[in-house]
């Protein structure tokens, strides 16, 4: 286990180098959501999430000596056209982590980062964004570090700095699942970053399928840090609290023994309560839309006319995550397409 202190570092060579670096991180979809925080990105209650394969941000940078001033000092390019506007997010994280990359001064970066998906299209773009551009920031460090430290504690140090930018990005460095946030029942776990389970996940979910249906592209209506926020005085605060711990139990469960029926039911309820949290907030939201919940009941016809396992969850947002086995591929593919005539992205878990 590491802590806070751990990740302090101060100890840098003095370099007058150009670095070209690129990194890749995924996006990731929670099975038990990350709903509420506390200070310093300290979660509410645990979550346990899903890494997928195709959905990915690439990021590199050009990385020289700052000479200008001893300032935080970057451009951001979005597919090679500067991006004044997402600056400001970026500056103020690296401010955040300042404390833990001091390094961060004497450079000047020019980022260039593009998206494996479309942009807006409500996939958790902030997370994968977050963990792509930490990963750079390590691949630096790394470099010029005189410490020596290991690949666990690189990992580790990814995952934790990823998370002051986006919390879910912290579950955006490892494959194929990730838990972050500290659960008494499991000492592994921390809340400063994500962990992968310490047993072997079943078979059942190898290439687990992750069909995302876009219902609505654009904007999300409501930011994730105003989101967190309602949790602060929502009435039911305690109660979700506890249901998330013991979901993130009985999910770790369930992928280790592969039912996947009982998977259905925790995914589902998860889901729906993120949902019923937003409905039920001050101010509240309702973010599925008619079509959101027409695919639902589908889904839920489907699966009991025909036994296939596939379950649907949803983001904070009205799109929808169909989740089924490799074994079930062809005939719930079949049954998509019958479904809507909206975009849909096809994901796997990997
Ligand atoms: O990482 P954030 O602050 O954008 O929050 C993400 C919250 C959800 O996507 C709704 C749930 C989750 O655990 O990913």
């Known amino acids: ?40 990105q300290i979660p509410m209650n645990p979550s346990v999430s899903f890494t997928l394969n195709k959905s990915k941000t690439t990021t590199k940078a050009i990385i020289s000596p700052n000479h200008s001033n001893k300032d935080i000092n970057f451009k951001f390019y979005f597919k090679g056209k500067h991006k004044p506007d997402f600056e400001p997010k970026i500056k103020q994280f690296f401010q955040n ?13 020019e980022i260039d980062s593009k998206n494996s998906f479309p942009h807006s299209s409500g996939i958790a773009s902030s997370a ?6 930490t990963k750079i920031l390590i691949l630096l460090e790394k470099q010029i570090t005189i410490e020596n430290k290991n690949e666990d504690f690189w990992t580790k140090k990814t995952s934790f700095l990823a998370r002051i930018g986006s919390g ?56 994730s840090t105003a989101g967190h926020k309602l949790m602060e005085n929502h009435p039911y605060k305690n109660i979700r609290k506890q249901q998330a711990f013991d979901n993130t139990i009985k999910i770790l469960e369930i992928l280790k023994n592969g ?36 695919i639902i009941h589908s ?52």
Not at 5 to 29: G, W
């Open 1 to 40: 286990m590491f802590t806070e202190k751990d990740f302090i570092r101060n100890k840098y060579k003095k370099t007058e180098k150009t670095f070209d670096l690129t990194a890749q991180a995924p996006s990731n979809i929670a099975l038990v959501k990350y709903w509420g925080k506390y200070p310093k």
């Open 97 to 109: 982590i300042l404390k833990y990359a001091p390094f961060l001064k004497d450079y000047f970066f």
């Open 168 to 223: 879910s990005a912290s579950r955006s460095i490892e494959y194929p699942v990730s838990i972050w946030g500290k659960h008494p029942n499991l000492k592994y776990t921390s809340d400063l970053y994500a962990v992968k389970p310490d047993f072997e996940i079943h078979p059942i979910f190898n290439n687990y399928n992750d069909s995302i249906i876009l219902v609505e592209e654009g904007q999300k209506q409501v930011s």
């Open 259 to 294: 039912n996947v029926v009982d998977f259905i039911d925790i995914v589902e309820q998860e889901a729906l309560t993120l949902h019923a949290l937003m409905m039920t907030s001050t101010p509240n939201y309702i973010l599925m839309q008619a079509e959101t919940l027409q």
């Open 128 to 133: 994968s964004a977050f963990a792509a551009l």
């Open 299 to 350: 889904i839920r016809k489907y699966r009991e006319q025909t036994g296939v396992n596939l379950c649907f969850t949803l983001d904070a947002g009205a799109n929808v995550h169909v989740l089924y086995p490799e074994i079930n591929k062809i005939e719930v593919l079949k049954f998509l397409e019958t479904l809507t005539t909206k975009k849909i992205i096809h994901d796997n878990i990997s």
